[in-house]
Each structure stands twice: as structure tokens, then as C-alpha cells.
């Protein structure tokens, strides 16, 4: 009896390692993964990709991604084909090191504190494109570290009524409270040694030098990396069957490259009834293996006049949250 027992025991752990190997090895290669960033909260969802793109694109040279049409809302309509653009890209996440060719890059969605007049702000910059970038990266080096707006230069404030809304400027002053002060609890890191308390004070004392603010924000020294197994050429497959990856330069500029392969949209040039649609703004790239910027994205480089198609998209239903599994090993209780 107690050969049978041990016999058996021996087998159930060694289906469960076996099983648990699979697992752990089909999440990494396949399955799309859900991780959050400790730091700021923030959900990067990605998939790696199935096939690797580069064994179909080899010679193959990409197009520019600005020849495309867009949307109303500028997203960029996706067609069949191999396609890169160099974009505008901003910091914000102030006191990290600015990225290199050490740092592989992922998306994932725009978060953090006040992320709607973030995404306004670079959702409109895209149609401003003879606004000064510093001014820009001023405006929201003071909007994620909660500064005082009323402390801003003449020449931020002025970019900052291109681009936001009256109600969004009356937010950003103190809205119905009247003193941005009653809110402190809420503003990242309130830290002595904290980066946006340091950022916080350097508006207060409403320094002109942008190299000040810089030397704050962006740290010239190399990033820790912790994730060596992700590569800086990585590909990530997208909900609608395309693949997306980062080539950040510096916190300032970043290449984004895009494959939709053949046979993903219909005679239409649509998938599903929809156009597919890219809007690199309501995403930011996050370092996948280290500590370094997290960016978000604004106008292309290069100006370039698109043409735009009215479209109406097909709602399409919620996804369900993934449900946790209580008993992972399938260990059966009696």
C-alpha cells in the first residue's frame, strides 16, 4: 500500500512541474501579459509576437507612416505593409535616465496623474506643430508633478491656452478650490528627496533655464537594467492582428515601426467592419527591461499634409477582465 502511495505521489509531481513548465512557457512566447508597474500604477498590456516580422521583412524597406490618411481624431488608418515615422516624444516620468540603445521599449496605455489634460495636450500638439517642443515638455513636467501654474513663464502659459481647454486651465489654477495647495495629498511622490517635489520648487522659484528642469527630469547616467531577456528589436502583436515597436533616440524623439501583415484587412482595407486604426497618443512607451524615461508621444517630426476620411466606427463589446484561477495546479480537493 504504501509503494502505491509514494508511486503515486512521485507522478503527481512530476505532472505538475510539467504543467507548470508549459504554462510559464507559452505566457512568455504566446499569451498576452498584463504587468503593472509598481512605481506609477500604470497597466502595460502586450502580446510578443507569434511569428517574428523581421524574417518576412528582410531587404524589405519601410514607408514612410505619415503617407498614410487618418481619422478626424488623427489616428493614423492602418493599410497592408511595412511602415516608420519619427515623432516628437516628451518626459513624464521626471528623475530617470534618459533612454539608450540598452533599453527595449514596449506601450502601454496613458496613465498616471492627470492623464487627460496629458493626452490633451499631446493630442493637440499634433495640430501645432510650430509650437516650441521645451515649451511643451515645460507644460507637462509641471502638470505630472502637480506645480503651481500660475508660477509658469509667460511663454508655457501661452502655449499651454493653444492646447487646452479654458475649463482645463481652470483646473490646472486651482479650479472651484482656488489653491492648488489644498490638493498636495494627491501629487506624486510628495517625498523631500523626491524628484517631482524637487520639480515642484524649481517652478516655484520660477527658473527660466529649460538645461535647470532637464537636469531634473532626465539623468544622464545608464539605466538599471532588470529584464535582460527583452530585446530593443522586439515586435508586439496588437488587437487587431499588426505588430508595433519603439526606437527611442532620447527623451525627445522616438521611431515608431508598424507591419500589418497581407491578408489582415478585407477588399475594403478593413478588418471586422472597422478601419484599423493606430493613434499613438493614447499610448506611451515604457521601458520593458529597465528603469529608464517613460515617453509620451506627440506630433511627427516631419510636417506632412494627410488626408483625412470621415469614418463611424462599430462599437464593439467590453473585454471581459481576465478570472483569476484559485486552484492553478488543478489539484482536485475532496
Known amino acids: 500500500m504504501s509503494k502505491f502511495l509514494l508511486k503515486n505521489l512521485w507522478l503527481f509531481i512530476f505532472l505538475t512541474a510539467c504543467a507548470t ?40 524597406k519601410p514607408i514612410s507612416l505619415l503617407e498614410l490618411p487618418q481619422s ?24 530617470t535616465p534618459d533612454p539608450s540603445a540598452r533599453d527595449a521599449y514596449l506601450q502601454a496605455p496613458l496613465g498616471g496623474y492627470r492623464r487627460d489634460i496629458v493626452e490633451t495636450v499631446l ?23 502637480g506645480s503651481d501654474y ?43 528627496n523626491s524628484p517631482y517635489n524637487d520639480m515642484r520648487k524649481l517652478f516655484e522659484l520660477g527658473s527660466s533655464s529649460y538645461e535647470a528642469y532637464e537636469r531634473l527630469a532626465v539623468l544622464r547616467q545608464p539605466s538599471t537594467i532588470s529584464h535582460a531577456d527583452y530585446k530593443r528589436d522586439q515586435w508586439y502583436q496588437q488587437e ?12 525627445q524623439r522616438i521611431k515608431i515601426q508598424v507591419y500589418v501583415p497581407v491578408g489582415s484587412l478585407d477588399a475594403d482595407g478593413k478588418r471586422s467592419g472597422n478601419y484599423l ?53 488543478g489539484i482536485i480537493m475532496k
Request: net charge positive; charged share 20%.
Open 123 to 145: 493630442r493637440n500638439s499634433l495640430d501645432r506643430p510650430d509650437l516650441e517642443q521645451r515649451n511643451i515638455q515645460l507644460l507637462l513636467w509641471s502638470v505630472v508633478s
Open 277 to 329: 486604426l493606430f493613434d499613438p497618443v493614447t499610448m506611451m512607451a515604457i521601458p520593458a527591461n529597465s528603469n529608464a524615461q517613460r515617453l509620451g508621444i506627440g506630433a511627427p517630426v516631419i510636417e506632412v499634409i494627410r488626408k483625412v476620411i470621415e469614418i463611424q466606427k462599430i462599437p464593439q463589446a467590453p473585454r471581459k477582465p481576465p478570472v483569476s484561477n484559485p486552484n492553478p495546479k
Open 21 to 60: 513548465s508549459s504554462r510559464n512557457g507559452s505566457i512568455h512566447k504566446h499569451s498576452t501579459s498584463a504587468d503593472v508597474d509598481q512605481a506609477s500604477g500604470t497597466e502595460s498590456i502586450h502580446s510578443i509576437a507569434r511569428i517574428d516580422p523581421d524574417t518576412i521583412l528582410q531587404n524589405i
Open 72 to 95: 478626424q481624431d488623427g489616428e493614423i488608418i492602418l493599410s497592408e505593409g511595412f511602415y516608420e515615422a519619427d515623432f516628437k516624444s516628451y518626459c513624464l516620468q521626471p528623475g
Open 240 to 251: 487587431g492582428g499588426y505588430y508595433v515597436r519603439y526606437f527611442p533616440s532620447s527623451y
Open 150 to 192: 500660475n508660477r509658469l513663464s509667460s511663454s508655457v502659459k501661452a502655449t499651454s491656452r493653444q492646447l487646452l481647454s479654458s475649463k482645463q486651465l481652470f483646473a490646472l489654477q486651482g479650479g472651484v478650490m482656488g489653491v492648488m495647495k489644498t490638493i498636495a495629498a494627491s501629487f506624486p511622490e510628495t517625498g523631500i
